[in-house]
């Protein structure tokens, strides 16, 4: 070794020999730690009809064609007997998750395990739209037979608590990996037309018809995890995609997610737990905007729905991401979690956007089958009496290191160029973007709010585009200070 670079690296160690843990950990710098995984999956399927989230009309449960779940994964670095980093994430097959289910979840869990802090717990919805409705008050719904929305909430936050305890207490010492592949799962679904104006799933067929507004993210970002002997325990599969195909029945289903949960258990075991995570997506569903009739054939040549298709096509990506992945696990990968809370200006309404909010209103009001879509209306009224004394809302993020890769949440439907945004300015080698961990309102980008239709109209937006850009900025500073 050259003089010159011997000297260098005896400083080097002599620094780092000097430096405490704590100085290092506040420098950025990361010590390798034993990583414990514990995971469960528990049934949030309610035992008796239930009125529906994500429509403008009320619609009741008559059966149940596929269960809804949650899944929790619980993360835990370790020196010796201290714990020194903390995650659990839950995945929901729900449309959004309330701001009161995820205090009163973290809330029980703190009964039960002192030792885990309440804050480092996120939950996440797939939003498939044939889930119970989680928020008292949007819909008219029947009181004899039926399951109250107060019920169902109740049900839902202790079989939240159990999965959760249950994840936690069964942590062992396990190894990390992590996978990319792709799949076309969503599409963009605001069409675009020549005279400017968008319309989500607007008519592709029609003369003036110029573009869909935006892309797709069509990769399917997985992470691994095993026990010591690299026996495949869990996988978090994130999609770009809201899981949306079977949206209008009146029947309890987990979408797309519930035949992929069964195509990989049946090729990696029935233990096997899937964290389903919806990456950024607001402006994406996996309807057909276009060659909807060469879909059909090919569906009906290979014997198939489109659920089955959509499960297919996700099985096969993340087979073999997970093929090659499991190349390189890690025992000891970097473990940090930081909890963020933003503040981000609110999307100011406008007088003629009061106008219009304040007729609508009126009209909807005299029929109570429209509670839904009046209230959609009245929440315009509601916020331009508060934007001026709170112009801004505070929101949770979640922003995790896992040895090469990050982790980042919000709680919107996010559109898909913000998700871009964060994975392609991340420090990380790959970057999975989980929307949904919160109330779930759009949060649209300056060039769809200009087009105007549902999804980027004031109704569908707390945040605008100065928000998104906070949001995005703030989490990809957050994201590059755990790599330094």
């Not at 009161?100 to 395990?113: C, D």
């Not at 940090?336 to 981000?344: A, G, I, N, T």
């Amino acid at each position: 070794m050259h003089c010159k670079n011997s000297r260098l690296a005896m400083a080097a160690i002599v620094v780092l020999v000097m430096v405490s843990p704590a100085e290092i950990a506040r420098c950025g710098l990361l010590w390798a730690a034993e990583l414990w995984i514990g995971g469960a999956t528990i049934s949030i399927t309610p035992d008796r009809p239930v009125a529906l989230e994500g429509q403008f009309h009320t619609r009741i449960s008559k059966t149940v064609e596929a269960p809804v779940t949650a899944t929790a994964l619980a993360l835990e670095s370790r020196d010796g007997e201290k714990s020194l980093e903390q995650a659990v994430m839950v995945s929901c097959d729900l449309v959004a998750i309330p701001n009161q289910v995820l205090a009163e979840v973290r809330s029980r869990v703190r009964q039960h395990l002192p030792e885990l802090d309440p804050s480092k717990i996120f939950l996440s919805a797939t939003h498939t739209h044939t889930a119970p409705v989680v928020n008292d008050g949007k819909y008219t719904i029947p009181e004899e037979g039926v399951l109250q929305v107060n019920d169902y909430v109740g049900f839902l936050v202790d079989r939240l608590a159990q999965v959760i305890v249950k994840a936690w207490q069964s942590r062992q010492p396990g190894k990390a990996g992590w996978g990319l592949g792709y799949a076309v799962v969503g599409w963009n679904r605001r069409a675009v037309y020549a005279d400017g104006r968008a319309v989500m799933y607007g008519r592709t067929d029609l003369p003036d018809f110029r573009a869909l507004e935006a892309g797709i993210d069509p990769g399917v970002e997985v992470l691994l995890f095993t026990d010591k002997q690299e026996r495949l325990l869990a996988m978090a599969v994130n999609v770009s995609c809201p899981a949306q195909e079977v949206e209008n029945r009146s029947t309890v289903h987990a979408d797309f997610w519930h035949p992929l949960r069964e195509n990989l258990r049946r090729r990696y075991g029935q233990h096997l737990l899937v964290l389903a995570w919806t990456g950024a997506s607001g402006d994406v569903s996996p309807h057909l905007m276009y060659r909807k009739q060469a879909e059909q054939r090919m569906l009906r040549l290979r014997g198939t729905d489109t659920l089955g298709e959509l499960a297919r096509r996700i099985s096969l990506a993340v087979e073999d991401a997970y093929d090659t992945a499991r190349k390189e696990l890690f025992a000891e990968p970097p473990l940090v979690h930081k909890v963020l809370v933003l503040e981000l200006p609110l999307r100011p309404v406008t007088q003629e956007e009061l106008a219009r909010a304040k007729a609508q209103v009126e009209a909807l009001s005299k029929d109570p089958s429209q509670r839904r879509k009046m209230l959609w209306h009245q929440s315009v009224i509601d916020r331009h009496e508060r934007q001026q004394s709170q112009p801004n809302q505070k929101y949770e993020i979640h922003v995790l290191r896992l040895g090469d890769v990050a982790v980042a949440t919000n709680p919107f439907e996010l559109f898909v160029d913000y998700g871009i945004q964060i994975k392609a300015r991340s420090k990380a080698l790959q970057t999975f973007v989980v929307q949904l961990t919160g109330p779930g309102t759009y949060l649209a980008t300056a060039r769809a709010i200009s087009g105007g239709g549902y999804s980027a109209v004031i109704e569908s937006t707390v945040v605008g585009p100065e928000g998104g850009q906070i949001l995005v900025d703030r989490t990809v500073e957050a994201i590059n200070g755990l790599f330094p």
